[in-house]
């Protein structure tokens, strides 16, 4: 199925057509009794088309960022400086998701209970994000979910965490993403 037209207003997402239209279709493929998470809002130009999936699957979203940038830099393994994609803020990604559980803080600390998870998408770019979040994520969803990694193997801080987490366990999609399927 093609992705929804973006209205004027919309941001763009971070990632390319391709990608997201496979990150959807890999989410429109899981379980449909649980729910979707994105961790890594930023603008919310990816979370529009997880929030368009989840109203047609009548799933809950739930939308995971600090919206005050990258809260963590590992020195030699992060690309982004603290307070990279500060540029956001939660009002706005409302407007663009109003049925969506939207949460500002630091993923895992700032998670919220949630039905278990069915697909999550994770898209935080550093190291320590990238692992907190796997190994929290990896507790939560349920068998036949998928858990996304949008920034991995591109980014070396993301490669590593999802390499210590899932090892040979991780599958790589047809734009370059890993991901697993539990």
């Known amino acids: 199925m093609p992705l929804p037209l973006e209205p004027p207003e919309a941001p763009n997402a971070q990632i390319g057509p391709q990608t997201l239209e496979q990150l959807i279709a890999c989410a429109r493929g899981t379980p449909t009794g649980g729910c979707i998470v994105e961790v890594g809002v930023f603008q919310g130009g990816s979370a529009m088309h997880l929030h368009a999936l989840a109203q047609e699957q009548h799933r809950e979203l739930y939308l995971y960022d600090t ?11 992060d690309s982004h400086p603290l307070g990279d994609f500060a540029d956001t803020n939660l009002g706005r990604v409302h407007k663009l998701c109003p049925h969506a559980h939207i949460i500002a803080g630091v993923f895992p600390d ?22 907190e979040s796997g190994a929290y ?37 047809s734009t370059g993403q890993h991901y697993i399927r539990l």
């Open 67 to 77: 919206f005050e940038g990258m809260p963590y830099h590992e020195a030699g393994l």
């Open 110 to 131: 700032s998670a919220i209970e949630m039905p278990p998870v069915a697909f999550a998408h994770i898209d935080v770019d550093n190291y320590r994000c990238v692992l």
């Open 137 to 173: 994520l990896f507790k939560v969803v349920m068998p036949g979910g998928v858990i996304w990694f949008d920034d991995s193997p591109c980014l070396a801080g993301a490669a590593k965490a999802t390499k210590e987490l899932f090892g040979e366990a991780l599958e790589l999609s």
